[in-house]
């Protein structure tokens, strides 16, 4: 083991305490760390030094880095708290609304308002910390009446780009949108009194009780029934921050009453399909989703879409597909496997369906394009492509959800295919 020359600290050293105030940031902001990391990271930065501003990031990186989702908060938090001397300025700006002069002319990147919320720690923006207030005590006031409603703004924000308050928020009004559907019409018949059909059956047995004369025509109308809803969502490391959120929306939808669905059933896949179905029936949102999350052992991990469908469509399909269900699909579409397989399971399942709608978050980008093997893969065989990175978008899929017609950005994606 090579030997560090012993560090020179000062009277009062403060390196530790903040190590500790920063751990404590990345606690806030959803980074699982303990005492004994913060103890390894003092330890890590005391051997290998501080001089080197590389050596400090990746020493501390290792000791709070155990996933790869958290690497981006991560950076933004040392970013933050380290790198930045007019931090505290960037997070309150980052907090604030996007009034020009008051807030960076860019979108905050991923993970950046959850470091700012963790390390202001209670701070609003409207509160001035101390030491902080303008010497010739100037007020500025900022006529906010025709700027966009905080609701509306949170109903078009990225699901990603959200703060843990904003995330909270989000929830609750899911919670409240619904997934209605129209019924389907079955081949079976009922009694009606103005109905479209002849029932020759009952017609002929009412006039053998007449001896034979045929006085009135009974009529009869095609019965309603109403369709399955089957939800393949991905809870890979690309999806996990949708996953979460979209699976609050889905637990709504399996307990509101008057929804039209005759059952919900919901599976998420990674490396492996699980079925999470009888956990969403539970009242609790929190026991529900900990319940789903504790069965799913795949969560946050890799992709295997083509194995988890083809298990979907060899063990489930012919259980949970019947009475016209409507398919629900859930992810990306970042897949390595086999294109080949991917397609063939893929053409199976929108056999089995009644109408196949993708929901991928990539959409939400101006520039996406059907340039990965498994969206080329998957795309001709769904009846509707559509985004899924947002409140709004979920909103326009309960729009459309019931419309044979709409095919989403199907269309324009297989021409930039072709």
Known sequence: MPEYPELTLPDEPKLAQNITHFARALRKAGLPIGPGRVIDAIGAVAAAGFTSRDDFYWALHACFVSKPEHRTVFAQVFRLYWRNPQYLEHMM???????????????????????????????????APAGEEEEDGTEIEVDASMTISAEERLRSLDFEQMSTEEVARAKRMLAQLQLPVKPIKSRRRQVALLGQHP?????????LRQGGELRDM????????????????????????YSRVILHFLHAVSNAKGAGWAKVHAFTFGTRLTNITRHLRQRDVDAALAAAGAEAQDWEGG?????CLHSFNRDWSRRVMGRGAVVLLITDGLDRDDPDALSREMQRLTLSARRLIWLNPLLRWD?????AQGIR?????????????????LEELAEVISR????GEKARLLRMMS
Do not use: Y
């Not at 029932?199 to 006039?207: C, G, I, Y």
């Not at 520039?367 to 340039?371: D, T, V, Y």
């Open 93 to 127: 700006a980052a907090m604030l609304p996007a009034i020009r002069g008051v807030q960076e002319e860019r979108a905050a990147d991923p993970g950046e308002k959850r470091a700012a919320e963790a390390l202001l720690d209670g701070i609003r923006p409207e509160e």
């Open 199 to 207: 029932d020759w059956h009952r017609t002929l047995r009412q006039s």
């Open 218 to 241: 009974a009529r009869a109308t095609p019965r309603e029934r109403w369709p399955n809803l089957v939800v393949l969502c991905d809870i890979s490391g690309s999806m996990s921050q």
């Open 303 to 307: 992709t295997r879409i083509g194995q």
């Open 367 to 371: 520039g996406f394009a059907p340039k």
């Open 377 to 393: 893969a998957m795309l001709p065989h769904v009846d509707s492509f559509r985004a899924g990175h947002s409140i709004a978008s």
């Open 404 to 407: 044979s017609d709409d095919v």
